[in-house]
């Protein structure tokens, strides 16, 4: 399935292949009964590009906003967080490059509370608590999941006020929120611009 239409459509298949322009906006259904000072997202994605949003966990609507985000800056991951105040906290992790390698990788950022942990492949590779005070303990992300950017005339580097640069180029798959059984139907999600990924393209 090719979504090349102007407005909005539901998406269809597994793993979704975003193109840059793209994107895919999830509307949690389960926010209300969340406990939100222990969030956790997982996820796998392979790109071969340097730069590149993939995930933004946040309406995005304005700098009050909460939010939790993942993507790519000059190679590395970077994990932004922002539980309060407008104090967006980057974590970013400059001895691991290879992100960007065409190869699939497997992320899981933890929040309990105010301390963040972010695995990638498996292995803690970043444990900080960003805020000792306690001042702000909840990710109040309005159960809004945007994945590869937003949508059309909201510019990457505009909304997230220049932490990430462009959209996502490359492909997301098997994304799981909090600790659920089961993984986000990205089918059912409202996107643009996003591609069938399950094919070697």
């Not at 997982?42 to 966990?57: A, C, D, K, R, Y």
């Not at 659920?180 to 990924?197: H, T, W």
Request: with cysteine; net charge neutral.
């Amino acid at each position: 399935l090719t979504l090349k239409q102007t407005q909005a459509h539901k998406i269809h298949f597994f793993i979704a292949k975003f193109v840059g322009n793209s994107y895919i906006k999830y509307t949690d259904p389960d926010y209300g009964k969340r406990d939100l000072q222990y969030s956790r997202i997982s996820l796998n994605f392979t790109t071969n590009q340097s730069e590149g949003l993939i995930v933004w966990m946040g309406k995005g609507e304005d700098e009050d906003n909460d939010f939790l985000a993942i993507g790519l800056t000059n190679g590395t991951l970077k994990v932004v967080i922002n539980l309060g105040e407008r104090i967006s906290v980057p974590l970013i992790h400059s001895n691991y490059s290879s992100c960007c390698d065409d190869r699939w990788h497997f992320i899981t950022v933890v929040q309990n509370k105010t301390c963040i942990k972010v695995y990638l492949d498996e292995e803690l590779i970043l444990f900080e608590d960003i805020d000792l005070h306690r001042k702000y303990t909840a990710l109040n992300y309005g159960g809004i999941c945007y994945f590869g950017g937003f949508e059309i005339g909201r510019e990457v580097n505009t909304v997230t006020t220049g932490l990430f640069h462009k959209e996502f180029i490359g492909k997301i798959k098997d994304v799981v929120l909090f600790q659920d059984s089961k993984k986000i139907q990205l089918m059912k999600a409202e996107g643009y611009n996003v591609y069938n990924g399950n094919y070697r393209n």
